[in-house]
């Protein structure tokens, strides 16, 4: 019997058949508008369907120009669009699977000075202000909505997903917080409910029955003035009684001020807001958010939380997820660990989506089939990330390899990162790979030095991914046993004493804050949500603790802090260490260290800093020293990670790296 009953039963909603309860959830990849985007966007959704995701949801597409969220961004307006967009459910279908068109309007978080909204009032996340729409503007775009649904049904689609959450124009018409409107348009829930409803009546009418139509619904919009759960509650009959086919759970609008899907969130923290819910209705309802491993989503569906459960990055992460735990094999999976970098992060920085754990994600139309290979023997020197990514591939192509790791565990400055809090994740990714290598058969050495001159001999091909050593800079006194460098901080966390100094304040130095002043209290009630969903918006007051630990985050440069920290995520660790009384300072000139503390110069003044421990996160260099020694004896050898290029530590490129050196070695 297979682990996951419930996730893997079909689903029957009217006359369509899902073969299991997985919703690939809708998540913009960038190849919407890239040349050739819609042939890219065609083989990413295809990997899926061979994957067996039993439903997807495409990235957010337009129905009128005005509501793209860059200007010229994707649409579906037009037969012209229609056409483009018929290779996509054509290669999904040729592989068992299903898909729907997500439409989405961005209102007034459209990035062009075009956009709309209900009353015109500016985003907080947006350079723009919106202008407030004239009736026949909101008559004109309920008929966009409806063309587009007649397109999507015409180039082959199965249904598709109205965006009515995140704070998107729908639910912009929804929330008191962004629609002041006096006419039909606003005021009372039924008039504020009039634009969607009257969009979701018209594509039914249009479709027919046998479309699926599923209406993305804000359960939890987590800003002040967002709707009650009574209006939520009401509006999901409403829904359902206009012939919506599945209620699909929104939490938070982008410019909450509260996590709602990063790596801090802890694992299947929403399944509560779906479970509050489906007593309401008699359609499915779909649980989402933070849900990445198959268990989890048993539990959810077993549990009677949800009809069904969304995951967008563990399915970029992996899109073979399904298959997988078909196999009763989640020890194969590779696991999103929430990160952001190069998914979000890229789309909000206008770049092609991608993953850190997955480097081929969005690459699928362009990467060929692996050839067989004269095999040889590979030394993969190192066992961090690019050192283990390296090591699977190359042995998946056929080489015979061996991993060289000094430490006793896999892992490198990954595993230091998995007692982040947050980042407890990373550990999946190091079981990933090591199931990997094992699965291809790569000999695994722990506690074992590469010995250049014994075991050179044995190998044609040597890859050095000896990764990162801990800079030390030179201050007076930097030898003093108060002391200590990041990597033995994290290991000795629990020894540290009431007041610490940080010396460098890059993203190493955010964590190692975060980690000395992670709150102690319940995570929702330290964010301000209301899990009763008592108040409008579901928040509360945010709980007041302060850390007993005394911080100072220190920056030799002048500036705004927190620079090189990620664009989606960034944001959450600086609202944690103010909540938290961290000091950052900027400007910092470092004088020397003493049994009193660290002497420093800032804001024009002599300080002291009485720390009991002072920990340097000012950089790393790169440990490349068996490079040029391997290369002078003239032996193939290559260098990746952060052996090759320390910087920023970066996993991201580590394992691209790696990756594509084990692809081609």
């Given amino acids: 019997m297979n682990a996951y009953p419930n996730l893997l039963s079909p689903l029957k909603i009217g006359n369509v058949v899902l073969k299991n309860r997985v919703l690939m959830g809708s998540m913009h990849t960038g190849l919407e508008e890239e040349k050739n985007g819609f042939e890219k966007l065609a083989a990413f959704y295809a990997e899926r369907a061979k994957g067996e995701v039993g439903l997807m949801v495409t990235g957010g597409i337009s129905p009128n120009r005005i509501g793209s969220l860059v200007p010229f961004g994707a649409k579906m307006s037009s037969q012209s669009d229609c056409n483009k967009h018929k290779i996509i459910p054509r290669l999904v279908h040729e ?3 299903k898909i729907c068109l997500q ?11 075009f956009c709309v909204s209900p009353s015109g009032i500016k985003s907080p996340i947006s350079k723009f202000k919106p202008f407030s729409m004239p009736e026949w503007y909101i008559k004109s775009t309920i008929k966009d909505f409806i063309k587009s649904s007649m397109l999507a049904k015409e180039a082959g689609y199965d249904g598709v997903e109205i965006m009515g959450s995140e704070g998107y124009l729908l639910n ?13 348009w606003g005021g009372s829930l039924e008039n504020r409910f009039r634009f969607p409803l009257q969009i979701v009546k ?4 249009a479709t027919g029955s046998d479309f699926l139509l599923i209406f993305r619904l804000s359960l939890l919009d987590l800003v002040e003035e967002g709707s009650t759960w009574d209006e939520t509650v009401q509006m999901a009959k409403w829904l359902e009684e206009a012939g919506v086919s599945i209620i699909n759970t929104g939490i938070g609008w982008h410019e909450a001020r509260m996590p709602t899907i990063a790596a801090t969130v802890p694992e299947n923290g929403f399944s509560w807001v779906t479970a509050k819910m489906r007593p309401h209705l008699t359609i499915p309802i779909i649980a989402t958010n933070r849900i990445n491993n198959p268990q989890q989503a048993e539990n959810i569906l077993a549990s009677g939380e949800a009809d069904m459960v969304s995951m967008a990055r563990p399915l970029l992460a992996d899109p073979y997820f399904v298959s997988k735990a078909m196999e009763s094999r989640p020890d194969k999976i590779n696991t999103c660990i929430a990160c952001n970098q190069a998914c979000l992060d890229h789309i909000f920085s206008h770049k092609i989506a991608s993953c850190l754990v997955n480097p081929a994600a969005c690459m699928e139309y362009s990467i060929k089939e692996l050839e067989p290979v004269n095999s040889k023997k590979v030394a ?4 961090g990330v690019a050192g283990m990514s390296c090591a699977m591939e190359a042995a998946k192509r056929g080489h015979v390899v061996t991993l060289f790791e000094q430490s006793p565990k896999l892992g490198g400055q990954f595993k230091l990162a998995s007692y982040i809090p947050g980042k407890e994740v990373f550990k999946d990714t190091i079981r990933y790979f090591t199931t990997m290598m094992q699965e291809y058969r790569v000999v695994i050495k722990l506690n074992t030095s590469f010995n250049i001159n014994l075991d050179s001999k044995d190998f044609d091909s040597i890859v050095v991914a000896t990764g990162v050593l801990p800079n030390m800079p030179e201050i007076e006194g930097i030898e003093h046993p108060k002391v200590l460098l990041y990597p033995a901080a994290i290991l000795r966390r629990n020894e540290l004493g009431n007041k610490i100094a940080i010396i460098g304040a890059g993203g190493i130095g955010y964590d190692i804050a975060a980690l000395l002043v992670h709150p102690k209290s319940n995570w929702f009630d330290f964010w301000g949500i209301d899990c009763e969903i008592q108040n409008r918006g579901g928040l509360k007051m945010p709980m007041s603790e302060v850390s007993s630990k005394e911080v100072w985050l220190l920056q030799r440069k002048q500036g705004k802090m927190g620079r090189t920290l990620g664009k989606t995520t960034g944001w959450v660790l600086k609202i944690l260490l103010k909540r938290q009384k961290v000091n950052t300072w900027d400007g910092v000139v470092y004088r020397k260290i003493d049994d009193e503390g660290l002497h420093v110069f800032h804001e024009n003044i002599e300080k002291l800093i009485p720390a009991d421990q002072i920990v340097v996160c000012a950089g790393q260099q790169s440990n490349d020293y068996l490079f040029e020694t391997i290369k002078a004896s003239g ?3 290559y260098l990746i990670g952060g052996a090759s290029f320390a910087g920023e530590l970066d996993a991201k490129r580590a394992i691209s790296e790696g990756t594509e050196l084990g692809r081609r070695i």
């Fill in 103 to 113: 439409l989405l309007h961005g209102g007034r978080y459209s990035y062009h000075p």
């Fill in 172 to 184: 912009q018409f929804i929330a008191p917080r962004t629609n002041h409107r006096t006419d039909k």
């Fill in 635 to 637: 032996k193939e050898v």
């Fill in 380 to 383: 993969v020197i190192g066992g």
């Fill in 202 to 205: 018209g594509i039914r009418q």
């Fill in 95 to 97: 592989n068992g699977g």
